[in-house]
Every structure is written in C-alpha cells, then in structure tokens.
C-alpha cells in the first residue's frame, strides 16, 4: 500500500463514524500484537490545550534523550501529521506503512465478521504500528473525543493529564462540566499520576474524587506548580516556571498567547512525573526555544497582518480573544470563519465581537460544517457585519481586502478552516 491507497483506505473508513468504546480497538491491536505496550506513556485528554501540550511535553522528553512517539488529532494539513517521532512528522513512506500494519489486521477481523474499525482507530493502531516500527521508548498520546471510551484509552499510561474542561461534544460527553470531567478522567488508572490543568471547581472536585478513589497522586496547576514570573517580549515570553519538582528559571518560550504558559507549565508537570524526577534546567530551556504550534495564534503574512488559530468551541475562542486583547490591544481584525455543526456559534461569535470588525463566513471541506449562507444569518444576527465567500480562498482575499495593508485578519472557528487556509498561504 502506498501513500495515496493508505489515505484512500482510511477515507473509505470514515463513512463509520464515531463509534464510542474499547473492544473494535483493542481486538484490533491482540491481532497486531500489541504494540502498544512496552514504553510508558503520557496519555492527555481535555476539552483545549491537548495538542499543544502533547507538542510541548515530546520536545521535553526528547531533550532528555528519549526517542519519543506522539499521537495528535485531527492533522492540520496532512494526514500523516498526526504520527510523529521526536517532533517530526511522520514520513509519507512511514505513514503508509504503518497504516498498511493497521489494515492487513483490520481487513482480516472484519472478514471473520467483526464490525469495521473507524477512521479513528485505524490511525490509532498505525500510530502504535509506526512507534513499534522507532522503537520509541516513550510515548504522548492525545485523545480523540472525551476519554473513557475513547480508542486511545487502550494504554495503560503512567502520567494521565487533563489540560482543561468545557461543555462540548455534549451528545457523546454530557449535558454538564462534571458529566464530561467524568468521560475525559476516563483515562486515569490506578497506577498512573494525574496532571491537571486550570480547571473549573465542579471539574476539580471530580478530579480530586477520581485521585482518592485510586490512592494515586494529583498535581494540579495553581497549587502543585504553576507560572511565578512571565514577562512578554519580542516573539515570545521570559518565564519562571514552577514545577512539581524544580523551578525552572530563563525559560523562553516563542509563542503567542498566554495560555501557551499554562501547557508549558502543564508538560513540564507531566514529564517531570514520568521520569519521577526534576528535570534537567537546561534541557526544559532548549525544549521550549524551539516550541512551535502551528495554526495556534500563528501568524503567516504581513500587510495585512494574518493569524491563524484553531479555537473551535466558546472556550477556545474565549481564551484566544483574551490572548489578543493582551498582545494586539489596538488591533481590530477581520475574521475568516467556518465552523462545525455541532458547535455553539452564538457563544462563540459574542465573544469575537469584541476585536471584529467584520466576518467573512465560508466552510471548509467537510460534511460537518455549516454551510456559509446558514452562518452568515447567525453572524447578521449577532449585529456583526458579515460577507460571504465562496471558497476559503475567496474568504482570504476578501477579508484581506476588508482589512487594507495595514490591517489584520484572524483566522479561526475550526482546525479544518486553518488547516486549508495554511495550505494556501504556507504550503
């Protein structure tokens, strides 16, 4: 199989849909023998953050020299992005590779009268095919959607993290921020150590249950470490950092948004608890220099200026608004939206108004996105002026031209909409 027929073959998948629970998953990967066992892992769940601080907690260990997997959802650009080794997507030949392990079981399963693995899980099982392939000797994972029953949750991880709680994916997770604290603590096992994030107090209170109700430690942000001294600068931020196990002084992180501390902070916890030990200054140092996020407050152009950020739900768009207020307080941005279905667009567009102009609606290439004239009514609606564009590319040009030379456009409502507009103005 080569590239093109492994993407082709995951495609033909994703007619499945989400399908919720551990047993395809876990027969899935008895048949391929099991690799994803014999590395400890660092398994991160949460509702904002998750990608970040997976990207943040490999460079940690890589700068540790451990030959480090990692495992992120959705990709941005390429498929393949989704599978990494020490910080570097995986090639088009490895991903194919690892995606034709995953099939030649998956095929065999379903012939023997097993339902069809979904898109999903196939590109679960060919992570941990491409990290027996590296012979990696640690791994980050970041769930899908929720935990508990997500298809990452086949591992049993020694460092379980949850970077943040919001209501989302409300059908699959609960109507409530303890409901869905529940699904995403799904994760944690009796033998793991529990990072968690700034969280809300109904959320915190299921996660000091979860921790008493295994007798496994807990370390949260704000009490068990923290941010003591962050200074922004050109392209970045100066901080102190305290850890569970060390303070960590001179760091420079290069990233937009102060919410990028908090995961560094997050990473740091999380890698600390898995090696058991402070880390090593230096290398928490280097790991961050080189830190890049891409379509997480990224900019891309100039003249007019032009960000990138995948918020996609009211939280994130709410943490991202702020993040702009504080870096960019004289800035007012056109913004080129394109949200799914399944998201709170009032919520998200009350918090936009603050720094927006304008909006340019359009959608992006999947089955699940609102379609640009039913979006353009619902911005009309929250008294934001609105255009409609064709394509994503249309809706670049327009708001580029609505923003004028020296302007700025903020791209954002959905990873897929940043993906594609990436495509075009990156490559």
């Not at 995953?102 to 590109?123: H, K, N, R």
């Not at 994916?169 to 409901?179: F, I, P, R, S």
């Not at 936009?352 to 609102?370: C, F, H, W």
């Amino acid at each position: 199989m080569n590239y093109d027929e492994s993407v082709s073959y995951l495609n033909s998948h994703i007619g499945q849909g989400i399908k919720p629970g551990l047993d395809r998953i876990n027969a899935l990967l008895d048949a391929m023998g099991r690799p994803d066992e014999g590395y400890p892992v660092i398994h991160i769940a949460g509702t904002n953050g998750k990608t970040s601080t997976a990207r943040l907690a490999t460079w940690l260990l890589v700068a540790h020299d451990l030959n480090t997997g990692t495992y992120t959802s959705p990709h941005l650009q390429k498929v393949e992005e989704r599978l990494a080794v020490n910080g570097r997507f995986a090639t088009q030949e490895e991903f194919a590779l690892a995606v034709s392990d995953a099939a030649a079981f998956a095929d065999v399963l379903e012939t023997q009268g097993s339902d069809a693995s979904t898109y999903f899980e196939l590109t679960t099982a060919a992570a941990f095919a491409f990290f027996a392939d590296q012979a990696v000797n640690a791994a980050v994972l970041e769930v899908g959607l929720g935990g508990r029953l997500d298809a990452t949750n086949v591992v049993d991880a020694e460092v379980c993290v949850v970077t943040s709680i919001g209501i989302e994916h409300t059908e699959y997770l609960g109507e409530d921020v303890a409901t869905i604290a529940r699904e995403k603590l799904g994760i944690v096992g009796p033998e793991s150590i529990l990072i968690t994030g700034p969280l809300p107090d109904d959320a915190l209170t299921e996660a000091e249950s979860k921790a008493r109700e295994f007798g496994i430690q807990h370390r949260h942000y704000g009490s068990d470490f923290s941010i003591l001294g962050a200074d922004r600068g050109i392209g970045g931020w100066l901080l102190t950092i305290e850890g569970a196990e060390e303070i960590y002084e001179d760091v420079f992180l290069p990233l937009h948004g102060r919410y990028q501390l908090r995961n560094l902070a997050t990473a740091i916890a999380a890698t600390e608890a898995l090696m058991g030990r402070k880390l090593d200054s230096e290398a928490v140092r280097s790991a961050a220099d080189i830190a890049f996020i891409p379509g997480r407050m990224e900019p891309v152009s100039s003249s007019p200026l032009v960000m990138l950020d995948g918020a996609h739900n009211a939280d994130g768009i709410t943490t991202l608004v702020e993040s702009i207020i504080e870096e960019f307080p004289t800035t007012r941005w056109q913004v080129v939206l394109g949200v799914m279905g399944d998201k709170n667009v009032e919520a998200m567009l009350e918090r936009l108004k603050s720094i927006t102009d304008g909006v340019i609606v359009t959608a992006p290439q999947s089955e699940r996105a609102i379609e640009p004239a039913q979006l353009a009514q619902r911005v009309a609606a929250s008294g934001i002026p609105v255009l409609v564009a064709d394509d994503v590319e249309n809706a670049v040009d327009m708001a580029k031209a609505e923003a004028g030379p020296e302007g700025a456009v903020l791209v954002t409502g959905s990873l897929y909409l940043v993906g594609e507009v990436r495509d075009i103005l990156v490559g």
